[in-house]
């Protein structure tokens, strides 16, 4: 069958240390764990999409190594589409995630394979065979720009993570059809502080845009007027890893089954409530059958 989501996006594979401090130029200190999990916008996404029940199909690439082979078989098990997970030269992508008891993560990205830059013809066809593309920034801008336009040319609903996010985006954001900026990354796009402001100013751009803002739900904008507030769901967070791409990708699965938006939303606000309470990035996500048990 063809998938009716394709997202284009990074993969990596989040190598999470925790240790005590942070180390001294020149020093060695010792860490209390590491854990190695899936990541990457671009994966995350995919696999909430699928978990959700959409039809998933990833253009992505991994390395000829170990974790390439890792991540591939993650994406395979979540019964995600991998025609197009190509396999580079290039190394797989990572992540170097250093969590310090005094609570501040710092992150290491080296792109690696994610940093390939063409759309080749079976991708192309893939893209225009689809209901909805998804995009985020991890992976190079033409590429992103050209897929868009592809998509766009075969009248196909185009999504857009601007994250992470850098200023100014212009031609990206007019190529969205629907625009999911978390708060400060809408604040740092439109270039005002207040987050409705700045969703009312983005959607003269792009068609709809979706702000979450964390434990205070999302706020909707179409053609420049607010048109609906989300609110989040009760939940305990001990990890929100992963929150924003579960949002993302369980809209996505809901608009690509024919759901009206505001019913998409509520499912995307109820798998990521669920998606905050457990440790990890795509690890976290919930399936169909919780996210209708939250909503039921
Ligand atoms: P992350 O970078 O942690 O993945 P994000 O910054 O991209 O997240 P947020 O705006 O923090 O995205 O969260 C996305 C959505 O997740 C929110 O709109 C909300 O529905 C849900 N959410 C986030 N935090 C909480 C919370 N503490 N309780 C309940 N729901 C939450």
Request: proline share 6%; aromatic share 2%; hydrophobic share 45%.
């Amino acid at each position: 069958t063809t998938p009716r989501i394709v997202v284009l996006g990074s993969a990596n594979v989040d190598l999470v240390v925790r240790q005590p401090r942070r180390a001294e130029p020149g020093e060695t200190v010792f860490g209390t764990s590491f854990q190695t999990g899936p990541g990457g916008k671009g994966l995350n996404q995919a696999v909430a999409a699928a978990r959700a029940g959409g039809g998933v199909a990833f253009i992505g690439a991994v390395g000829d190594d170990a974790l390439g082979a890792q991540l591939r078989a993650t994406i395979e098990a979540e019964g995600i589409d991998t025609r197009a997970l190509r396999t580079t030269a290039a190394p797989t992508g990572i992540a170097q995630i250093t969590v310090t008891d005094d609570g501040e993560n710092s992150i290491t990205v080296v792109a690696g394979a994610n940093g390939l830059a063409d759309l080749r013809d079976d991708e192309r066809t893939l893209i225009a065979e689809a209901s909805h593309l998804v995009v985020q920034l991890e992976r190079p801008e033409p590429l992103l720009i050209e897929a868009l336009r592809h998509a766009r040319a075969h009248g196909v609903t185009t999504v857009l993570t601007p994250a992470p996010a850098r200023a100014p985006l212009t031609e990206l954001i007019g190529l969205a059809d629907v625009l999911v900026p978390n708060a400060g990354e809408a604040a740092l796009l439109a270039g005002v502080p207040d987050v409705e402001a700045a969703a009312v100013s983005l959607s003269r751009a792009a068609h709809t845009v979706v702000v979450t803002r964390g434990a205070d739900g999302a706020v909707v904008a179409q053609e420049g007027e607010i048109v609906s507030r989300v609110p989040a769901r009760r939940a305990t967070p001990i990890d929100t890893t992963g929150a924003g791409d579960t949002f993302t990708g369980v809209l996505v699965a809901g608009l690509s089954q024919g759901a009206p938006l505001g019913e998409a939303l509520a499912a995307a606000a109820a798998a990521a409530s669920i998606t905050v309470t457990r440790p990890g990035a795509a690890d976290s996500m919930p399936t169909r059958a919780e996210i209708d048990a939250a909503l039921a």
